[in-house]
């Protein structure tokens, strides 16, 4: 077992039920020993499905099918089965066999079309899945189904992951009381060929197909597309949404419910950097004043991802000429003279110089804290973004390259 | 001193002189004490000059110097005046001064126009350029010019370079001699503020400057813009290619004049990844059956700036399947059912999955080797492009995060 990540959380939360999806789990024996690999989430009829994917040219087929499926409606109820331990990626034609024997096993045993049973795959890339021991423990499984098994299932998933990640917000609407809860997994490409980010957040809201996906993409962009590693992109990150429609309707975007989703997938992100591999620290990069938003993304994850900032983070050097070097290789308009750098609330650079208030030893007091924010303003504009991200220590070179697959 | 890489040549080349440059070096103290630290280059009249400059945005004072000089003809000879130890960026309008008071100096004591003074600084970020220690050893160095002083020169412009960096071509045209000679610094970003890649190329061809600035970009993008350590860009990469004037003459693109000059860059260009910090092996990315250049360029720059294929190398691990991410994530055109990739010769993946010969030990054995090559294609048209790198180890991070500035 890995150690356990610095920046876990003290524990995993206490997570509410949400009436109309029920959780089981079981050790299949899919590559681990002795521990869960198998997580089935059964969602009652009405439930609406939203979905976002890996852009990965090379995705896994498991996300080719959730992709095919993502966008159907109906009335059945909806399954959402994850195994763990291998990543059905780059297994060619027989890996979407795979897929397609599982999802019919599982619509089966459960009741449903097959157009509804989305599944995932975590784990090693290429090695054929071993589908049959998955399909064997499906009827246990079903028999299993616990409304408040989902600590279980945010176990299941787990690769190398150092902690369970979930996490859950309430919010009234119309007078009822309306839960989204989630769990996630991934901490980067955890280790050698076990690469995936893989979110499922249920709601008891109503929400229509549309509404439901547009909110899951915007929001996607603003939690999980804004969280790096290593820059490295797996071939399986998934994030599926299912809303039951057992509570109050949501109609429109700027609701209190798009909040609690919006904070719940903030949350999980995050924790996805605290568990980054080797991670000491976690880093808000925030960089504002670019001639547009595109503009202060590219600088947010030239930052972000930049090996030499991430090294300097690790070792508690407040080396702000790499961020500057940063800020010019990302491709956006910037200028030298209009610059201006912050540790937190340190004003570190500006006027195309170091601040002249700035003392090294304020900077490398700040740089030994556990939570960092970095702060870049490039005076030119009102672009804004902002990115998450953790140090590059020797605790992940020793899991990607001392490990032998 | 760091250790010397062992990827390192065994000796410096025995470099002819080039008749019309000359070259002194001095221990100026700029920042190091007990070795050189400054090198004057100077060219006799006749000399035309062309220049490749980081596209960093928040490019040093000597770097936007020289560009503004570059496009200028003229009869007056030309210098090249580098120091090392700083780096003379993001110091605001004082750096800007520092290198106007050089030109102007070295300028004097040489009889040329401050138009035909270029100047280069390596070294720590952020923090003023003595310049009076430089301009204060420029007679002695005028006084010591030497038709014979180019390796001490590469050595005067090493930073935490661990071997000095030399390369030379001699080709016969239209019955006479011409040398094209080089040299370079430059290991990735180094060590912290360190962070550049410098190169001096000298030729006794007589070429007009419009020609020469056009095959020197075009080698360029085929040598030094193919090289990545980290992926971080430097705020002050130059080169500069002088053409003395002496020899024969150079009319026309694809003469052996030009494959000298493309064989002196990419030999000096793949020294710089063999001294990448921390490097323990020499990787060639080859990237074929891309839709086009574009396609595989993307390809091979994801593949060769990876954290996770570059630790799986530096572990030995024939980690295929990080390769299948990276193509993946490229942002290149790709089919799981048309990518194949070998280690060498060694055919380890096809059609969508693992190759029906390959043996994990065949791919281990192979990953054993100091000089790696992974060969990618993407079976869809006929863009290719080859980069070149270097593993990612311990010594990168011990390198970069253990220092403490």
């Keep these: 077992m890995p150690t356990l990540s610095p920046l876990a ?10 009436d109309g999806v029920r959780f089981a789990t079981a050790a299949a024996g899919v590559r681990y020993k002795n521990r869960t690999d198998v997580m089935l989430a059964l969602c009652d009829p009405g439930t609406t499905v939203a979905g976002t994917f890996t852009r990965s040219a090379t995705r ?3 996300v080719r099918d959730c992709e095919a499926k993502i966008g159907g409606d109906g009335d059945a109820g909806a399954a959402i089965l994850v195994n763990s331990g291998n990543s059905n990626a780059f297994t060619g034609k027989a890996g979407e066999g795979s897929v397609e024997r599982i999802a019919a096993a599982v619509a089966e045993v459960a009741g449903l079309p097959e157009a509804r049973v989305f599944t995932s795959s975590t784990g090693v890339i290429g090695e054929r899945l071993p589908d049959d021991r998955i399909t064997a423990a499906l009827t246990d ?9 989902i600590e279980p299932a945010a176990r299941a998933i787990m690769t190398t992951d150092t902690f369970p990640k979930g996490c859950a917000r309430r919010v009234e609407i119309d007078g009822q009381a309306v839960n989204v809860v989630g769990i996630a997994k991934g901490s980067g490409m955890i280790a050698p060929d076990m690469a995936t ?3 499922y957040i249920f709601t008891d809201a109503t929400i229509a197909r549309p509404l439901l996906q547009e909110m899951l993409s915007d929001l996607t962009d ?10 490295d992109t797996s071939t399986s990150d998934t994030l599926l949404l299912a809303a039951t429609g057992k509570s109050a309707e949501v109609t429109s975007r700027g609701s209190p419910f798009e909040d609690a989703l919006h904070e719940v ?13 080797g991670a000491t620290k976690f880093v808000e990069v925030s960089v504002t004043g670019a001639a547009d938003d595109a503009d202060a993304r590219k600088v947010a994850s030239s930052i972000a991802n930049s090996p030499l900032v991430k090294t300097a983070i690790a070792g508690e050097d407040p080396n702000w000429g790499r961020i500057v070097m940063a800020v010019g290789k990302s491709g956006a308009k910037a200028d030298r003279d209009t610059l201006s750098i912050r540790f937190g609330d340190i004003e570190v650079a ?27 303003d490039l005076g030119l504009g009102s ?3 902002t990115m998450w991200t953790c140090d590059l220590t020797h605790a992940y070179i020793q899991i990607n390259a001392d490990y032998r697959s």
């Design 350 to 376: 500006r006027d195309g110089w170091v601040s002249p208030d700035y003392a090294e030893d304020k900077g490398a007091a700040y740089m030994k804290g556990q939570e960092l924010v970095i702060r870049v």
């Design 222 to 231: 603003r939690t999980f597309n804004c969280i790096t590693v290593d820059g």
């Design 265 to 277: 997938m903030l949350d999980l992100s995050h924790q996805v950097v605290r568990d980054g591999e």
């Design 9 to 18: 959380p003290a524990r995993f939360p206490d997570l509410p039920q949400v």
């Design 60 to 62: 896994s087929a498991p």
């Design 197 to 199: 980010m893989l979110v």
């Design 141 to 149: 499984l079903h028999e299993a189904l616990d409304p408040a098994g």
């Design 383 to 385: 672009g804004t973004a």
